[in-house]
Every structure is written in C-alpha cells, then in structure tokens.
C-alpha cells in the first residue's frame, strides 16, 4: 500500500516553482501539501543541501493515487523526470 506521499522531480527549477504554487490545491478530497525536498532532506545541515534539487515533496496524497494521475496533475508545470511514491514498511 502506499504511504500518501511522493516525491516529483521536474527537469528545470521553472517547473519546480510552478510546482510549489500548488501547495494546498485538493487531490482525490484531500489537501495536498508541496515542499521544496532540498529543504527537507535530513540529517544534513542546510549548507550540504543541494539547493539546486528540482525535487518537490508531496504529501497529504491519497492512498488511492497513482503515478498516473500525479503526472497529470502537474504535467502543466513542466516536463517531470522522475515520480516515486513510497510504499508502506509494513
């Protein structure tokens, strides 16, 4: 099962932004929330982080959700390279 979150990496930091402005936009009846992933990679201190990461976090997805639809959703912010939704450890 998936965890509802994903991780989109966008090939310019345009769609990055693009990407960012839909921070609390609804997916599926839930609230989606959108970070920067750069800000949010741990345990590294920020001046190891890699600002230029054109990866955003994405969470608060339904469970239901799949790759597919993500790409659609954010297919107007750029060209994705990469989408990766986490499964559940259990």
Same mark, same amino acid.
């Given at each position: =099962?998936? +965890? ?6 966008? @090939?310019? !930091? ?8 839909? @921070? %609390?936009?609804?997916?599926? %009846? +839930? +609230?989606?929330? /959108? ?6 990679? &741990?345990?590294? *201190? =920020?001046? !190891? +982080?890699? *600002? !230029? ?5 994405? %969470?608060?997805?339904? #469970? #239901?959700? @799949? !790759? &597919?639809?993500? %790409? ?10 990469? /989408?990766? =939704? *986490?499964?559940?450890?259990?």
């Amino acid at each position: =099962m998936l +965890r509802g979150k994903a991780f989109v990496k966008f @090939n310019s !930091e345009a769609g990055l932004v693009k990407c960012l402005a839909l @921070n %609390g936009t609804e997916l599926d %009846g +839930r +609230r989606l929330r /959108i970070e920067h992933a750069a800000k949010l990679s &741990e345990p590294k *201190p =920020m001046s !190891e +982080r890699d *600002p !230029e990461s054109t990866t955003v976090f994405v %969470g608060g997805i339904s #469970y #239901y959700t @799949n !790759e &597919e639809t993500l %790409g659609t959703v954010f297919a107007d912010c750029g060209t994705i390279k990469d /989408i990766r =939704m *986490p499964l559940n450890e259990d």
